[in-house]
């Protein structure tokens, strides 16, 4: 019986000595008091902004880009991690720079649709300048025509988000003449009334 809790004994010395130079190792191996302070990078070019993270021991990555007219090109406008957050070395700070052109989408068809439907598709797109030109037509509202800076668009064309684009509507001409049509049959029918 002094054999079973002596054995017992030394596995439990065994395991606690294991455990305890297991923590030590994890301790080396990930560097566990070794951190650094992510450094400021906005307002930097992207490449100033890499060398900077490289001196602290970080890599930049370039994330995404976004585009801001009031915003040096090239720029970096957004970091992640944050500054002041505590990394380890060799840690991935992810970069968002200012692009040095607007997005460019492809526009779908957007004639012989409801002015609203095709509001509603740019803005999906995310162009936000639209400008409505009436023109005479038989339908009101329908968008006959789209025009980028005069020149008239096909569906698939590029254009940067940016962009002002034109939508030519109808004006409803059908609608007028029925009016008018309307007003001349009462003043004709009065007419009549007074010739008795």
């Known amino acids: 019986m002094k054999k079973v809790f002596l054995h017992i004994g030394i596995m439990i010395i065994v395991a606690v000595a294991i455990g305890w130079l297991a923590m030590l190792w994890l301790d080396v191996w990930t560097r566990h008091d070794d951190t650094i302070t992510v450094p400021p990078v906005k307002t930097l070019s992207y490449g100033e902004a890499a060398a900077r993270l490289d001196q602290h021991g970080l890599v930049a990555v370039l994330s995404d880009s976004v585009y801001d007219k009031s915003t040096r090109p090239g720029t970096v406008i957004d970091q992640n991690p944050k500054v002041?957050?505590?990394?380890?070395?060799?840690?991935?700070?992810?970069?968002?720079?200012?692009?040095?052109?607007?997005k460019m989408v492809s526009l779908p068809t957007l004639t012989d649709i409801s002015l609203r439907q095709a509001k509603s598709i740019l803005e999906g797109l995310e162009i936000k300048k639209v400008v409505e030109k009436r023109v005479p037509s038989d339908f009101k509202d329908l968008v006959l025509a789209v025009r980028y800076k005069g020149t008239r668009l096909s569906p698939?064309?590029?254009?940067?988000?940016?962009?002002?684009?034109?939508l030519e509507v109808g004006e409803g001409k059908a609608e007028e003449l029925i009016d008018t049509v309307g007003e001349d049959t009462v003043e004709s029918a009065g007419e009549q009334l007074n010739l008795f």
């Open 84 to 102: 002041g957050t505590i990394v380890k070395e060799g840690r991935e700070i992810y970069l968002t720079i200012n692009a040095f052109s607007p």
């Open 156 to 166: 698939g064309a590029r254009v940067p988000v940016n962009a002002t684009i034109e």
